[in-house]
């Protein structure tokens, strides 16, 4: 059984750092992808970045790029959201996700396993 388990979530001033953990387990992910989305009240659910567990490349939108940096380490079977310069409309919960391609895709619907989320809040 898949399970991924988000984790670093927490309340922040403008202009301040978190780094979302995602903690993957029950397959191997090294024919993933490996994503962060994030929903705000009343809002649908955006992609923000992606990394291909093997080889890593990476892909963000265009709203985080530059400020947010994603990895992963493979040791620990774990993905990363660094999190810089966050602003208030970052405020979301955060949701990590697989998918079992390597596509990269910022599309919600090829992601089959998510987690629970966790919830980021930027105070301006």
């Known amino acids: 059984q898949v399970q991924l388990v988000e984790s670093g979530g927490g309340l922040v001033q403008a202009g301040g750092s978190l780094r979302l953990s995602c903690a993957a387990s029950g397959r191997t992910f090294s024919t993933c992808t490996m994503g962060w989305f994030r929903q705000a009240p009343g809002k649908e659910r955006e992609f923000v970045a992606a990394?291909?567990?093997?080889?890593?490349?990476?892909y963000y939108a265009d709203s985080v790029k530059v400020r947010f940096t994603v990895s992963r380490d493979a040791a620990k079977n774990t993905v990363y959201l660094q999190m810089d310069s966050l602003k208030a409309e970052d405020t979301a919960v955060y949701y990590c996700?697989?998918?079992?391609?390597?596509?990269?895709?910022?599309?919600?619907?090829?992601?089959?396993?998510w987690g629970q989320g966790t919830q980021v809040t930027v105070s301006s």
């Open positions: 996700a697989a998918d079992p391609s390597m596509s990269l895709a910022p599309t919600p619907s090829r992601y089959h396993y």
């Open positions: 990394i291909r567990w093997s080889g890593g490349r990476t």
